[in-house]
Structure formats: C-alpha cells, structure tokens
C-alpha cells in the first residue's frame, strides 16, 4: 500500500495578502473567511515525515494556526520576499525539536538567503545566535527528501525563474510562474492527482500567468483537483468556485487539508 500524503495549505495569497495592510478587500466578500489569505507557503506530510514550501512572511501564524511544531525540511522556489521572509520563525522549530532544519533549493535561491540571513548558517558570536539551518543545493532534475521522490521544474518568473516542483509523481506545485520552459509540461502532469497553480489576478502582469491564461492550463492538464493559490484581492473564493469547481478546479483557501 502506498502512503498517503497530507497537504495543508498554509497561505494562498499574494504578495500583499488578503486583505491587504490598509484593509482593501478589492473583489473578495470580506465576510467570507475563506478569502483571508496569508502569503504563500504549503506543507506535506508523508509517514510522519514532513516538507514545508517556501517561508512565508506569515509563517508564525500559518503555523500557529495550523498546530504545527515540527518541521522535516524546507525547499525553496524563489527568493521573492513574499516567499522566504518567515526564515526567522524555523528558529522556534529548531530550538524546540532540537535539531537543524535541512534547506533545498537552487544556488541563485541559498546564495540569497545565506546573505541576507547569513546568522541562521553560521554562528554569529557577535549576537548570540547559533546557527539553525543546513543548506543543500538542488543539483539534480530528480532527488529525494524524507521519502519524497521530487522533480524540480525550472519555470519563468519574468525577470527571474523560479522553480516548480513534482511530488511522487502526484502532486504538482507551480505558483510563481509566468510560463513554462518545457513545451511537454503540461502533457507531463496531465491528470495528476493535485495541482497546485498561481493564479494572481485577471490583468496581465509582468512576471504571472493571467487568469484566463491559467484556465486554460488547468483544461489541459485537466488534474484530478487543481487548486489556484496565489491570488490578489481580485480573485474571491465564492464566484471562482462557481464558475470553476464543475471542472474540479478550485480556489484554494487558508488551512486547506487533503489527504491523497
Ligand atoms: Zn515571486
Ligand atoms: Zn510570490
């Protein structure tokens, strides 16, 4: 029998949140809990085991919220503020499990990250901080983590790419995402259990995927559930899901469980 796999949703907003500092709801029905969205971060459980995506600048709630007090291993997309600013709150994790929490992600992604949090890598005497994490380069197209057999996906993020990744061959997660590179992408994960994808909002933008364009992918890939995440006050849960869910798609929401 093959060992399920727990997804809890953590955050699905943007960059900004939902609503945002200055209490903009834009599009989304403000008395719909659903629409309260923290910036983007996701974890997997597997046999106990667990992998956390991205650190949220809200990871201290997510987590808080969520009852988590543990966590496995990160791995990293991008180095977008809105995806790594919660570093600081794996020091809680690690000081009261123990232990260091390991780190993956590409080169341009650990360089950032140990320059601009350098004390969480090596011991900064000056302030007392003993260092928490241990970083590991992404080296190869398909490697393992906790029993997770991952294939990283090099995607364009505008000026940046950023990566996507495949989890057990059931799982896909692409959030930050303007285009594939891979011309086969979609054929590779067509009808995969879940996938996750940005969706930021209805206008062009620079570095995301429309919303029309983002539909049409999820036709294509046509997954057993696709999950939008990602998304600005333009998007509000109830009129997505809809327009949406007839085609098993759906927006997703804070503190979202699955079990697959
Ligand atoms: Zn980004
Ligand atoms: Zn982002």
């Known amino acids: 029998m093959t060992e399920k796999t727990e997804i809890n949703v953590l955050g699905c907003g943007s960059s900004f949140g939902v609503p945002l500092s200055h209490d903009i709801w834009g599009n989304c029905d403000k008395s719909n809990p659903k629409n309260q969205r923290t910036r983007p971060s996701i974890l997997l459980k597997k046999a106990g085991k667990s992998i956390l995506i991205d650190t ?6 997510q987590l808080i919220d969520n009852k988590i007090d543990n966590i496995d291993s990160v791995i990293y997309t991008h180095s977008h503020a809105d995806h790594i600013h919660g570093i600081n709150d794996l020091r809680a994790i690690s000081l009261i499990n123990k232990k260091k929490i390991p780190i993956y992600s590409d080169e341009i992604t650990l360089n950032i990250l140990k320059n601009s949090f350098s004390y969480l890598f090596t011991k900064d005497v000056k ?11 992404i080296e190869t197209k398909f490697f393992e983590i906790n029993g997770f057999k991952v294939e990283a996906i090099k995607q364009n993020h505008g000026n940046i790419d950023s990566l996507g990744f495949i989890f057990d061959e059931k799982i896909a997660y692409n959030l930050d995402v303007k285009f594939f590179y891979d011309k ?16 930021l909002r209805y206008d062009e933008h620079p570095s995301h995927a429309s919303y029309q364009e983002v539909i049409d992918w999820t036709q294509l890939v046509n997954a057993n559930q696709t999950f939008l ?3 600005t006050a333009h998007i509000d849960y109830e009129t997505e899901y809809k327009k949406l869910s007839n085609n098993r798609v759906y927006p997703a929401y804070d503190g979202l469980k699955i079990t697959i």
């Open 127 to 137: 302030h007392g901080y003993e260092p928490i994490l241990n970083s590991n380069k």
């Open 229 to 231: 995440s990602h998304m």
């Open 56 to 61: 949220s600048p809200d990871l201290r709630k």
């Open 184 to 199: 086969n992408y979609f054929d590779r994960i067509k009808g995969i259990e879940c996938w996750f994808v940005g969706c």
